[in-house]
């Protein structure tokens, strides 16, 4: 079975520039989360989707961030304007109702 | 607010010598505490849940337990490929979201 799918893996942009990540999560799940990992901070969650629909985005750091889920095999995390300090890797996760989230591989973002 | 802590950051392991890492936990009411393990480069794989104090659950030279406060994941006899990095995370009841602590980086040596 196709597990989550993330997309860039790697990103390497210029401060200032727009950054779209990617994420197809697994087919059937109902709850989508993304979330950032550093190594200062750890595991973050940003925002979480029930049915397509933001729940919970207490996360997200700013307005330069946002997210959506236009439908329920595909969500985007946007970054306008980037920032160096927004260097980290993002997972995106999903799950079945109360089942164990399972994670993508991430995409490493590098802000110059 | 939800707060996951995990002891020691690192550990150091000859192969076959076995030891435990520590997830100590505070939350309002606990649904789920959560193991998973991530390799470099990669995102973190489920291992466990646990659900109540007592509770315990097996995988291959892993055994997580759990108490009111705390849950241990025992590795047994570890081998080189056991090296990476285990996160615990919390499920506060009536909530879908994890809080995770930032883990513990474990290398067996052979």
Known sequence: DAGVIQSPRHEVTEMGQEVTLRCKPISGHNSLFWYRQTMMRGLELLIYFNNNVPIDDSGMPEDRFSAKMPNASFSTLKIQPSEPRDSAVYFCASSQRAQPQHFGDGTRLSIL | ?110
């Open chain 2, 1 to 110: 607010e939800d707060q996951v802590t995990q002891s020691p950051e690192a550990l150091r392991l000859q192969e076959g010598e076995s030891s435990s890492l520590n997830c100590s936990y505070t939350v309002s009411g606990l649904r789920g505490l959560f193991w998973y393990r991530q390799d470099p480069g990669k995102g973190p794989e489920f291992l466990f849940t646990l659900y109540s104090a007592g509770e315990e659950k097996e995988k291959e030279r892993l055994k997580a337990t759990l108490t009111k406060k705390e849950s241990f994941l025992h590795i047994t006899a570890p081998k080189p490929e056991d090296s990476a990095t285990y996160l615990c995370a919390v499920q506060a009841t009536g909530y879908s979201t994890l809080t995770f602590g930032k883990g513990t980086m474990l290398l067996v040596s052979p």
